[in-house]
């Protein structure tokens, strides 16, 4: 919805490219989370050509260490992205009432990540650790779009519903993989 609505809302390149890097980030970070991370996509992958497949990073190895180099990458990157989603609030919400609520609700969601972070059983935990972020970006995202209403014409917002639901149902058929994965992994 950002991307959607920095370009109806902005004409110059540069608040554009801002609202439109904290969603390069997240297509960037689960692509990363999928293929290099994700034993279900590997598994899936050498059942289609029929070789095992080596994982290109061991996932206990990364998080059972001291931190090193390739940590401090991960966490440069994170703060980069916080500090760009901050800065596409400030630009999306300049002129809106509603400004101070949308820094609210993405701090705390962004607070929450850190706060998780910090939780022994974080990695046990998998993505029920995310769900107070998601909760934030929900809310946020229903501040985004009464902020948006009245500049979207019907058709934009039929287009812009269309574009949620394939997002939605992306998410939903990669939830169910991972069920899938998991009762071929059980047997």
């Known amino acids: 919805m950002v991307w959607i609505f ?3 809302k902005y004409k110059t390149m540069i608040p554009r ?3 439109v890097i904290p969603f390069i980030f997240c297509l ?3 692509l990363i989370r999928i293929v290099l991370f994700g034993q279900k996509f590997t598994r899936v992958f050498s059942e289609l050509i029929g070789k095992n497949i080596v994982y290109p990073i061991n996932y206990w190895d990364l998080v059972n ?3 090193e180099m390739y940590h401090y990458i991960i966490l440069l990157f994170m703060s ?3 500090f760009f989603l901050i800065l596409m609030t400030f630009i999306l919400f300049r002129n809106s009432e509603q400004k101070w609520i949308a820094f609210l609700v993405l701090g705390a969601g962004i607070v929450s990540r850190i706060v998780i972070g910090f939780s022994p059983t974080v990695f046990a935990s998998g993505s029920r650790t995310f769900l107070f972020i998601y909760v934030a970006l929900v ?3 229903i501040l985004l779009y009464q902020t948006f209403k ?3 014409t019907d058709n934009k917002q039929k287009i812009l519903v269309r574009f949620l639901c394939i997002f939605a149902i992306i998410g939903y058929l990669e939830s169910i ?3 899938f994965y998991l009762n071929i992994y059980l047997v």
């Open 150 to 152: 009245p500049e979207l």
């Open 17 to 19: 490219i801002i609202c």
């Open 28 to 30: 960037g970070i689960n």
């Open 80 to 82: 980069v992205f916080a």
């Open 65 to 67: 260490v001291a931190p």
């Open 139 to 141: 809310i946020y995202g």
């Open 6 to 8: 920095s370009w109806i």
């Open 177 to 179: 993989s991972y069920l």
